[in-house]
């Protein structure tokens, strides 16, 4: 479903700039600051603000941030004034109540009339972009995602704001956006001044690759080793950075984030039920949930899966035992099938791993909780996820008070998945596992503290608290603001 929009994203830079700045957090935030310098509008203040919408697939964020007008050695320092969660589930999910949308955004956007000073209102752009979850809902109805699109657009056209548009925007999208994001941040392009404690450096420096889990998607991008070749042209891309050429792999993998995956995994399982219960290993001994069938049909990610069952509901009881979720999670994947040299999975050629990667959001999240983002190997890895797994569920509500039960109950499957997708998935090794860095809100040991970088996750990217008003010699079409 993604690889049909992939040649989308290699004419997009024929397109308005605007349009394509607007839907990624960073490419958002320099937007916002290139905007108003580069249309010599005049600012009552001197200072800026800009509101970021991050329609995700099973919730939707409002970020406030504002700025200095001036810039200072080529810098804009971006502070995040505040972040809103907007109450409710992903925008796909309200296909059958777009009428409620409206309401749904109020909240917050309201609450960005409070924060964003009066006279600054109208100078103040405003930007939503939604991911995958509205990209599954594209792909079973375009029509629908369009009136929630929308909708989305008149409700947010309504505030007294300088609204920019709201959008879908693409896996390749997320993917290059994500790996530029890393790079710029981790100073590996050769920029040509120092800003705020990142180093500034001439030579070729070997990038990092990017590695990103929503809920609905995930995206694997880098720079392969030179003496390959990308064999499916729908991965390639090719981006001029600072004077210098990339060559860059990128794919998502749609219906393989961490909650579409449970989905898949749930559909495929009960298959081979005939009483509606599923005795199920990604789930601690004692717990039990009941499921609609049809709730678990909704999605277009299970589809492949469905059938007609003698039971309307069944309940899950958990078994906690990490082994053999591992092999029903592997059953997701299939590596059989794989027209080119080398595949990560369902016929998708992937080159060689190389170097370091970063890997964000909901790879972070997930492991920052299980204690395993500083430095643990693939298999320390796998022996917490055997204990944590076979742990009680009594026990484990009564050592995590305080985190939601539908989070709770979910970690030994999102972690028993997470390792899966990495070494069956990508095609990491106990070795090459050692070069993953799971990025959370500081990026590991390559920026100094002065530097203020702080990644969150916000369409996939992260927000760049440091970035600069005018990159000097940064000649790609999305950061074109020169």
């Known amino acids: 479903m993604e690889d049909r929009k992939?040649?989308?994203?290699?004419?997009?830079?024929?397109?308005?700039?605007?349009?394509?700045?607007?839907?990624?957090?960073?490419?958002?935030?320099?937007?916002?600051?290139?905007?108003?310098?580069?249309?010599?509008?005049?600012?009552p203040e001197n200072v800026k603000y800009g509101i970021v919408l991050d329609a995700g697939s099973s919730h939707t964020s409002l970020y406030i941030y504002k700025w200095p007008a001036e810039k200072e050695n080529d810098t804009g320092v971006v502070h995040q004034l505040e972040e809103c969660k907007v109450k409710g589930l992903g925008i796909s999910k309200y296909a059958q109540k777009v009428d409620e949308i409206k309401t749904y955004l109020a909240a917050c956007m309201e609450r960005s009339r409070e924060v964003v000073p009066i006279s600054q209102h109208q100078e103040t752009p405003v930007y939503l972009g939604a991911t995958a979850g509205m990209r599954l809902l594209r792909d079973e109805s375009e029509t629908v995602a369009d009136k929630i699109l929308d909708m989305v657009s008149k409700t947010l056209d309504e505030y007294p704001f300088d609204f920019q548009g709201a959008r879908i925007i693409t896996g390749q999208?997320?993917?290059?956006?994500?790996?530029?994001?890393?790079?710029?941040?981790?100073?590996?392009?050769?920029?040509?001044?120092?800003?705020?404690?990142?180093v500034s450096h001439e030579e070729e420096k070997q990038t990092y690759g990017a590695l990103d889990l929503g809920g609905a998607s995930t995206q694997i991008t880098f720079v392969p080793p030179s003496n390959e070749t990308i064999e499916s042209p729908d991965n390639s891309l090719q981006f001029r950075l600072y004077g210098r050429d990339y060559?860059?792999?990128?794919?998502?993998?749609?219906?393989?984030?961490?909650?579409?995956?449970?989905?898949?995994?749930?559909?495929?399982?009960?298959?081979?039920?005939?009483?509606?219960?599923?005795?199920?290993?990604?789930?601690?001994?004692?717990?039990?949930?009941?499921?609609?069938?049809?709730?678990?049909?909704?999605t277009p990610c299970t589809k492949r899966f469905e059938k007609t069952l003698p039971f309307h509901q069944f309940q899950i009881q958990g078994?906690?035992?990490?082994?053999?979720?591992?092999?029903?999670?592997?059953?997701?994947?299939?590596?059989s099938n794989c027209p080119y040299s080398?595949?990560?999975?369902?016929?998708?050629?992937?080159?060689?791993l190389q170097g370091h990667f970063?890997?964000?959001?909901?790879?972070?999240?997930?492991?920052?909780?299980?204690?395993?983002?500083?430095?643990?190997?693939?298999?320390?890895?796998?022996?917490?996820?055997?204990?944590?797994?076979?742990?009680?569920?009594?026990?484990?509500?009564?050592s995590f008070v305080g985190v939601k039960e539908k989070y709770l109950s979910e970690y030994c499957f999102s972690g028993t998945y997470i390792l899966t997708l990495l070494l069956k998935g990508y095609n990491f090794t106990p070795s090459s596992w050692k070069n993953i860095d799971f990025m959370g809100k500081k990026l590991p040991g390559r920026l100094s503290k002065s530097s203020m970088v702080n990644i969150n996750r916000q369409l996939t990217l992260g927000i760049?608290?440091?970035v600069p008003v005018f990159p000097p010699v940064l000649n790609f079409c999305i950061l074109k603001l020169i």
């Open 6 to 43: 992939g040649s989308e994203f290699k004419k997009f830079c024929h397109k308005n700039i605007l349009a394509i700045l607007g839907f990624s957090s960073i490419m958002a935030v320099v937007a916002l600051i290139a905007v108003g310098m580069s249309q010599h509008r005049p600012l």
């Open 173 to 198: 999208e997320e993917g290059a956006y994500g790996w530029i994001t890393i790079n710029y941040l981790m100073g590996n392009f050769p920029q040509k001044s120092s800003w705020y404690g990142l």
């Open 247 to 298: 060559n860059v792999y990128t794919h998502s993998f749609l219906c393989y984030g961490k909650d579409q995956a449970l989905l898949q995994k749930l559909a495929k399982d009960i298959e081979d039920t005939s009483n509606g219960i599923l005795k199920d290993p990604c789930f601690h001994p004692g717990y039990e949930r009941v499921v609609n069938i049809s709730d678990l049909y909704k």
């Open 319 to 335: 078994v906690g035992d990490y082994q053999r979720c591992h092999e029903s999670i592997q059953e997701l994947f299939n590596t």
């Open 342 to 352: 080398q595949c990560a999975f369902n016929g998708v050629f992937l080159p060689s």
């Open 358 to 398: 970063g890997a964000f959001s909901a790879f972070y999240f997930v492991m920052n909780f299980l204690n395993l983002t500083s430095g643990s190997s693939s298999e320390q890895a796998m022996k917490t996820m055997v204990n944590f797994c076979s742990r009680p569920w009594e026990e484990i509500k009564t």
């Open 464 to 466: 760049v608290e440091v």
